[in-house]
């Protein structure tokens, strides 16, 4: 097993620094609102002996065969109203929340049957506590941008579990430059809940999807594959059943009346529900050079509360393997 794990990925370690951000953005239209900016980073690795942390029993692998990426992380997540000048309370845009929590993830792909199942455990807290108000004010001030006002609006203080699984097949493939994958999604706790299916497609000079997760971000074989250049693309719908970062704000504001789309709050303006239905579409590009990796992602999604705007944000990564 370890032998068949090698010869499919000889990079054993993958950093990930990984920036979400409003202001990435191919249009040259950056904005500073909705969400605005999420970073992690990320330790992936693989473990030469059979693992001993209870929770590595509880996630499901992809078979006997199957290539397993650990990872552990650390998460900070924001969303900011479009007006970050003003410190009244605005109940028409997006609030002031913001979330910082760790991860733990198994990611197993079995290369032969061409699937995976990817589990992701978040533990943390939402609110003050998070730091998002300052992180955003550091980083406005070393740019000489806005000070954002609003902070004192964002909800209490909330633990965060969440868990992440994904499931993906793939549909097709040709001559190992082209790949379509289908994938399920779904996220439960008390930060975040959600369903989704979707399609991926990936082109270009690239390590097979199913021979691992470090081998897409690095060389796959020795003196093969040093180099790989694809692009993606991913649209996504989701059902979302409720997301406590958007939820929360109106239930500490909001006082006097239930949580109602048509309900007034205290100052007589409307309190935005969540929208049940969202839709994503990511699109990008990876280059990698051996054991180094970069990649693009922009991505657009419709309203996440009824009545406000859609949004765009992009990410760029980095990945250093070894």
């Known amino acids: 097993m ?4 090698s010869a499919k990925d000889t990079a054993t370690m993958l950093l990930r620094l990984y920036e979400d951000n409003d202001f990435i953005n191919i249009y040259l239209k950056g904005t500073d609102n909705a ?15 059979k693992s001993h942390f209870f929770v590595d029993w509880i996630m499901p692998k992809a078979g006997d065969s199957s290539v397993n990426v650990y990872g552990w992380g650390i ?62 004010t550091l980083v406005h001030r070393l740019i000489h941008y806005q000070e954002p006002m609003g902070w004192e609006h964002q909800a209490k203080n909330t633990l965060i579990i969440n868990v992440n699984f994904t499931a993906e097949k793939q549909l097709a493939a040709y001559n190992g430059w082209l790949e379509l994958i289908a994938g399920a999604q779904a996220s439960a706790g008390t930060m975040y809940n959600a369903v989704s299916m979707y399609p991926e497609m990936r082109i270009g000079k690239m390590s097979p999807y199913f021979n691992g997760y470090i081998s897409q971000y690095s060389k796959s074989r020795k003196g093969r594959n040093k180099l790989q250049a694809y692009v993606f693309a991913k ?25 109602n789309a048509d309900a007034p709050d205290e100052s007589g303006k409307p309190y ?3 929208n049940s239905v969202v839709y994503y579409f990511s699109y990008g590009a990876v280059v990698t050079s051996g054991h180094f990796s970069i990649s693009f992602t922009e991505t657009s999604n419709t309203a996440l509360l009824k009545g406000l705007y859609d949004h765009k944000f992009g990410n760029i990564s980095l990945y250093f393997s070894w």
């Open 235 to 259: 649209p996504q719908p989701l059902l979302v059943l409720s997301d406590e970062l958007l939820q929360a704000k109106a239930a500490e504001t909001v006082s006097t009346v239930n949580k």
């Open 35 to 49: 969400y605005t900016n999420g970073t992690q980073i990320n330790l992936f690795y693989k473990k030469k002996k």
């Open 75 to 136: 998460t900070q997540l924001m969303y900011t109203p479009n007006d970050i000048a003003t410190s009244d309370y605005q109940p028409d845009d997006y609030p002031y929340a913001g979330a910082l929590f760790a991860t733990h993830s198994l990611y197993s792909y079995n290369a032969a049957k061409k699937f995976d199942l990817q589990t992701e455990i978040e533990l943390g807290v939402s609110g003050s506590d998070a730091f998002t108000k300052q992180t955003q």
């Open 272 to 274: 935005h529900a969540i």
């Open 2 to 5: 370890l032998h068949a794990q």
